[in-house]
């Protein structure tokens, strides 16, 4: 059988363009939804375009016209959705619930994997922090799929290199310091980096796996997990200088973070998640999920030390 076709469904955003990209790579027919009014936005529509030059097709379609989504998924095999969950650019988790209810209405996508790409949200039922409701929504997405007998694969990515190893680990940093660095809390509980090319290579890997079908698929680059205070030492192997440290206690880490507003309080919630409480390293992956590196070996992932490089 061939290569399944893929439709993209947030394809011009942080990491539906790198999807988009490794589908074409992976020699998937890829078709590439954007919104009708997109034609006000001239870079995204530029991105369109450079993706229908390297092969790609568009097909106009929007969550307020629900015809216009069966449409397009009746084009397809497999629905990748990437629409913003991160409150500091647009959360928008539940319109996938219209796109549930399109491919249920087309009834022929073999695949479908909703837009998750962060922390397992079935593993943090007992958060009680702002970022609670990212995932509620996505577990009542998750719902929502499971409910319409929609076959489906949910990506555990992690952290997205760029957001947390570019400012070592601190909140609303995203080049690393020469100078100085806060560690949160002991700076010694380990989290999982992956570079976002990566994220979307072994995303589209997937999507034509039996081994990852109605499974949650864990990106854990061995190299990556890695403790905020080793992310601080590569980085200060890198610059040949060690930076000054102090330390953020949990008691004043959640005191700063109930002033700020509702969007940056979601954030310093996955924060707080991650680098206090461990949440993405305290669990083994069980019979309902599989882990990436080891189901597809012959990719050379990026290491947290080589992305670091790019900061130099």
């Known amino acids: 059988m061939g290569k399944s076709k893929v439709l993209i469904v947030g394809g011009t955003g942080y990491l539906g363009k790198r999807l988009v990209k490794a589908s074409l790579e992976e020699g998937h027919e890829t078709y590439v939804v954007h919104r009708p009014e997109i034609n006000v936005d001239i870079e995204r529509v530029q991105m369109l375009l450079s993706f229908k030059e390297k092969g790609a097709t568009l097909v106009s379609a929007s969550f307020n016209d629900h015809q216009s989504l069966v449409d397009a998924v009746k084009l397809v095999d497999v629905v990748i959705c990437a629409i913003s969950g991160v409150h500091l650019r647009s959360h928008h988790i539940l319109l996938q619930l219209k796109l549930v209810d399109a491919i249920k209405q087309a009834g022929n996508v073999k695949r479908f994997l909703p837009s998750e790409f962060g922390t397992d949200p079935a593993r943090m039922k007992n958060t009680i922090g702002a970022e609670r409701v990212v995932f509620n929504d996505k577990m009542e997405v998750r719902k929502a799929i499971e409910e319409a007998n929609i076959p489906f694969t949910y990506i555990s990515a992690n952290c997205c290199a760029g957001y947390f190893l570019g400012g070592l680990g601190q909140p609303g940093h995203y080049l690393p310091s020469t100078d100085f660095v ?5 700076g010694n509980k380990k989290a999982i980096y992956v570079d976002e090319d990566d994220i979307a290579r072994y995303t589209v890997k997937t999507v034509d796996d039996p081994r990852t079908l109605n499974k949650t698929v864990y ?13 601080i030492g590569v980085w200060e192997k890198l610059i040949g200088k060690e930076l000054h440290k102090s330390s953020i206690s949990k008691q004043e880490f959640l005191a700063n973070a109930k002033d700020l507003d509702y969007a940056w309080q979601v954030g310093m919630g996955h924060y707080y998640n991650v680098f206090f409480e461990g949440c993405l390293t305290n669990f083994e992956i069980g019979d309902e999920g599989v882990e990436a590196t080891e189901l597809y070996p012959e990719i050379n992932y990026v290491s947290a030390v080589d992305y670091m490089k790019r900061y130099l």
């Open 219 to 231: 990106l854990r680059p061995p190299k990556n997990i890695l403790s905020q205070r080793e992310v």
């Open 182 to 186: 806060h560690l949160l809390g002991d």
